[in-house]
C-alpha cells in the first residue's frame, strides 16, 4: 500500500514470472481499510498458484480472485444481468467498483434467493466431495442436481424451462417441494414421449390354448396425446410377462388385475383369464396359466363382455432384456441437513437412491436413441443411457407415473 506504483508493477511482474512461491504474494486494490464493508479493505486481486491447469498449463502461476475476475468476465461478455445469490449482495459494491475503475462494459449484478429442492443438496463443495468419494457416478450421474444430470435423467429442457417459471424468483430463501419439478417434466413428457410396453418385474404367463409357434402382430398407438406420432406394430404370442404386481392370489376389493378365475383385458390385445396358478417348492408364484378368447381381439369379445382390467404385457418370445436402473431421491430426508447431534449430513445419503434391476421391452425398443424420452405404460418415463451398448440397452427412469391403487392399497 505504500510503495510506489514503479515498485509494484517491478512485484507484479516477478509474481507473473513465477519467482515466488505460493503465498509469499499477493495483489491487492488499494482502497479504503477503515471501509464499514470489509470486501473494500484493499481487497486481494491476485495470488500465486503454481498448479496445472486444464487448459494452459503451467504457462501461468497467478490467478485472479472471484470478486476481481466477476465483473470483467461479465463485462467481456457483455452480460446486462449477472444473477447471483443472495450471499453475494455485500459483493456488488465491489463489483461496481472494479468496473467503474477499470473503466469497462458496466454490467450489472442482481441478487435473488437460491432455488433450494427438497431431498437435494446444492452446495457444489458438497456434490464434489460425492463424486470424488464415489457415492455418484459423475457430475452427470441423474441423482445429481446439474443440467447435465437432468438431461441425462430424461429432464427436457422445456420441462426445466416451465419449472422455472413455476416457481418464480423472490428475494428470501426458500426450499421448493421435488414434487413440482416432477409434476413439470411429467406434463411435458406426457405431450412428446412415445408409448411403449415393459415390465420390470416379469411373471411368465403361458395361454394354454393359443397355438404354439404362433405370432401375430397388434397395432399400438405412440401418443394418444399426438395423433401425428403414429402407431406401431407390437408382437403377440403364446408365452407373455406381465407385471407380478398385477396378478394377486387373495386380491381385495376394488383390484380390478388378474387373480386366479378373473379376467382381465391385455392392452391392445386379447382378454385373458387365469385358470391355474404354478408354485415351486417354496411356495413362490413362477408361472401363470390362462386362456383367452379368440374373438376378444382389438377391444371386442366373444359376447359382448367387458372387464374393468387393463395391464401391459411383452411376448417372451420377441422382448429384449434391458438393464433398468430406478432412481430416487439422493437423500432420505428433505433437509439433508437435518441430522442427529454429532452427525453429518451424509448419513442421510439414501441407499436406496439406485436400484437397478433387469426387465422385458417390446423389441422396438432395441434401438432407442440415447436421451429419447418413452413411457413405459403404466410405469413411468424412461429414457436410454448413456451406458447402453449393443446387447445391452440401459434405461433410466426418469419419473414415476401416478399409482392411483398404490394410494388405495397404502
Not at 421448493?176 to 408409448?195: P, T
Not at 407390437?234 to 386366479?260: G, Q, T
Amino acid at each position: 500500500r505504500d510503495r510506489s506504483v514503479e515498485e509494484n508493477l517491478d512485484l507484479f511482474e516477478r509474481m507473473k514470472k513465477g519467482e515466488f512461491a505460493d503465498g509469499e504474494k499477493v495483489l491487492r486494490a488499494k482502497i479504503d481499510m477503515a471501509h464499514p464493508n470489509m470486501l473494500f479493505r484493499d481487497p486481494i486481486m491476485y495470488r500465486i498458484l503454481h498448479a496445472e491447469h486444464h487448459r494452459t498449463g503451467n504457462k501461468w502461476c497467478i490467478y485472479p480472485m472471484y470478486d476481481y475476475a466477476h465483473g470483467q468476465c461479465d463485462s467481456i461478455e457483455r452480460i446486462t444481468h449477472s444473477i447471483c445469490t443472495l450471499e453475494f449482495d455485500v459483493h456488488r459494491p465491489l463489483y461496481d467498483w472494479f468496473i467503474q475503475a477499470l473503466d469497462i462494459y458496466p454490467s450489472h449484478q442482481y441478487e435473488f434467493a437460491r432455488l433450494n429442492l427438497t431431498y437435494t443438496m446444492m452446495s457444489k463443495r458438497r456434490l464434489l466431495k460425492l463424486v470424488q468419494e464415489g457415492a455418484v457416478m459423475g457430475w452427470d450421474d441423474p441423482r445429481m442436481p446439474t443440467i447435465c444430470a437432468l438431461r441425462r435423467k430424461g429432464y427436457t429442457p422445456a420441462s426445466v424451462r416451465n419449472f422455472a417459471e413455476m416457481v418464480g424468483v423472490a428475494k428470501r430463501d426458500n426450499v421448493i417441494d421435488l414434487g413440482k419439478l416432477e409434476f413439470c417434466v411429467r406434463e411435458d413428457l406426457n405431450k412428446v414421449a412415445e408409448r411403449r410396453m415393459a415390465v420390470l418385474n416379469p411373471l411368465k404367463v403361458v395361454i394354454t390354448n393359443y397355438p404354439e409357434g404362433k405370432t401375430e402382430l397388434f397395432t399400438a398407438i405412440n401418443n394418444p396425446e399426438d395423433e401425428s406420432a403414429g402407431t406401431r406394430q407390437v408382437p403377440f404370442s403364446r408365452e407373455i410377462y406381465i407385471e407380478r404386481d398385477d396378478f394377486m392370489e387373495v386380491p381385495p376389493k376394488k383390484y380390478y388385475r388378474l387373480s386366479p378365475g378373473t379376467e382381465v383385458r391385455l392392452r391392445y390385445s386379447y382378454l385373458i383369464r387365469c385358470e391355474e396358478v404354478v408354485k415351486d417348492a417354496e411356495g413362490n408364484i413362477t408361472e401363470l396359466r390362462c386362456t383367452y378368447d379368440p374373438e376378444s381381439g382389438n377391444g371386442s369379445s366373444s359376447d359382448g363382455r367387458r372387464v374393468k382390467g387393463v395391464i401391459h404385457w411383452v411376448s417372451a418370445a420377441d422382448a429384449i432384456e434391458a438393464e433398468i436402473r430406478l432412481f430416487n431421491p439422493l437423500f432420505k430426508t428433505e433437509d439433508p441437513d437435518d441430522v442427529a447431534e454429532g452427525g453429518s449430513w451424509e448419513d442421510n445419503l439414501n441407499p436406496d437412491s439406485m436400484i437397478v434391476t433387469r426387465g422385458y421391452l417390446e423389441p422396438s425398443l432395441k434401438e432407442a436413441p440415447i436421451g429419447q424420452p418413452f413411457q413405459f405404460e403404466r410405469v413411468g418415463y424412461f429414457c436410454a443411457d448413456t451406458d447402453s451398448k449393443p446387447g445391452h440397452p440401459v434405461f433410466n427412469r426418469t419419473v414415476t407415473l401416478k399409482d392411483s391403487w398404490a394410494k388405495i392399497n397404502k
